[in-house]
């Protein structure tokens, strides 16, 4: 097929971005009941319903109504994206990973409930996720649901985030080449953003080329995440010489703005957000116009 003429519509994003964000974060609430026993699920709701941006679960119902599906197919997958994300950063904050004191504006898991506590919310909130989709999914064919599954579990194993970040460990202190940094940010970054967008496709009953492209469209805007992110890296640390020294000057860690210079790196963004949008010139204008503006928005996101 031709691609479409790629019209925008108006489209009033803050607005979209408010709506969907308190979907999701209604949905997730509901999905951990303070239960005993108390302290686990307290630990789990405290990171889960911290804040945080929601792209991902945001990104997986506008895949999912891209393709022509009902919001309500891709809720428990969008939440269980979240739910893995969250652990994800439970668990990178660790002490024996980045050892870091906040997240989300307010001290990590690990520093209010202690290292135990952490790791458990962690594989809790993994295992949740997982069963949350099995058992709450309802008006999708089963067979799409295995599916979904399947292509999640990928994203976070050993072939998903867990190389990304465990080839990020063993980087450390070493020279890193920028084929190594894209490999550390497809797998730590781009593989969960590809998942949720797939995930909320395949519940949408797109067919097997839409899933096909928005995967394309996906895997520009996560590599794009990641460049975006080593970007203001530099740019809020420079705005806060003086006061102090930025976290991407301090340490030895390889970006993307170190690597291939600031310019360089702003422009190899704005060539990732045109190409993950002309993806979407194969669909209906009207209904790409979240992902478009997505894309926009993490672009051109200042935190
Ligand atoms: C997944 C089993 C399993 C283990 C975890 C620790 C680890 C393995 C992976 C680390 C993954 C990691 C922390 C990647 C960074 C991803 C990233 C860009 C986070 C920031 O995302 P935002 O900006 O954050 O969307 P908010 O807070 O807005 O959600």
Do not use: W
């Amino acid at each position: 097929t031709k691609p479409r003429k790629n019209t925008v519509p108006e489209f009033q994003f803050d607005d979209y971005m408010v709506k969907k964000a308190k979907t999701v974060n209604k949905a997730l609430d509901e999905a951990i009941p303070l239960q005993k026993p108390i302290i686990i699920h307290e630990a789990m709701r405290y990171s889960l319903l911290a804040g945080g941006k929601r792209v991902r679960p945001v990104l997986c119902l506008a895949a999912c109504e891209l393709v022509g599906g009902d919001e309500a197919l891709a809720i428990p997958m969008a939440c269980a994206v979240e739910m893995i994300h969250t652990m994800s950063l439970i668990h990178d904050d660790l002490p024996c990973m980045d050892n870091d004191d906040l997240r989300r504006g307010k001290p990590t898991n690990h520093k209010v409930f202690g290292e135990e506590t952490a790791v458990l919310a962690g594989d809790a909130l993994l295992a949740l996720a997982f069963k949350h989709v099995a058992a709450r999914t309802s008006n999708v064919a089963s067979g799409r649901v295995v599916k979904a599954i399947a292509e999640l579990a990928t994203a976070v194993g050993s072939e998903g985030l867990v190389a990304g970040q465990i080839v990020d460990i063993y980087s450390e202190g070493k020279d890193v080449t920028l084929k190594d940094l894209e490999y550390i940010h497809v797998h730590k970054t781009s593989v969960l953003l590809e998942a949720a967008v797939v995930c909320g496709a395949v519940m949408g009953g797109g067919n097997v080329i839409d899933v096909e492209r928005v995967r394309k469209y996906a895997r520009y805007i996560g590599l794009l995440f990641q460049v975006v992110d080593d970007i203001l890296d530099v740019t809020k640390s420079s705005e806060e010489l003086g006061k102090t020294a930025g976290k991407d000057l301090a340490t030895d860690k390889a970006t993307y703005p170190k690597l291939m210079g600031l310019s360089r790196a702003k422009k190899f963004a704005a060539e990732l957000v045109g190409r993950a949008v002309e993806e979407l010139s194969y669909f209906d204008a009207a209904r790409a116009a979240p992902l478009y503006h997505l894309a926009n928005y993490i672009a051109y996101r200042s935190n």
